[in-house]
């Protein structure tokens, strides 16, 4: 059986870094998000940042890889425009160095179609000097997909 320890690299200072990670993104992109202040969560995107929302896009449109700035706000805008949230619970909250994993139990249903949809998701951010530079989404993509269906 294989244990998993906390890495001998981390100090001090690494744990209050994740504290400190956790709450940036929980109070910057989450609570933004929720409000429907998207331009707050913009405000703290790299121009260069690179948002991965794994999926097809072609049945999911805003799956796929979204390059820089303008590309997150799009995806964003999509996921806005193309859904409303029924659910949003945080499960989990891990974070080592600069990742921070959002554990999400998640159900929104597609506007389109009226089809709701559950899915567990991993939010996967990295955050660097106040920015997030890295975004990836794990998700039921054959679920929501589904949502999406006439």
Known sequence: MMRLLPSPNLNQEDLIMNQENIDFVSENIYANFQSGNIEGVMAVI??????NHHGPREQIPFSGNWQGKAGAGEMLQTFAGDTETVKFDVQSVFSAGDKVVFLIDESCT???????????????WTVKDGKVV????????????AAYQA
């Open 46 to 51: 790299a121009d260069d940042v690179v948002w």
């Open 110 to 124: 597609v506007k389109a179609t009226g089809k709701t949809y559950n899915t567990l998701v991993a939010q996967i």
């Open 134 to 145: 890295q975004f990836d989404e794990l998700y039921d993509s054959c679920a929501v997909a």
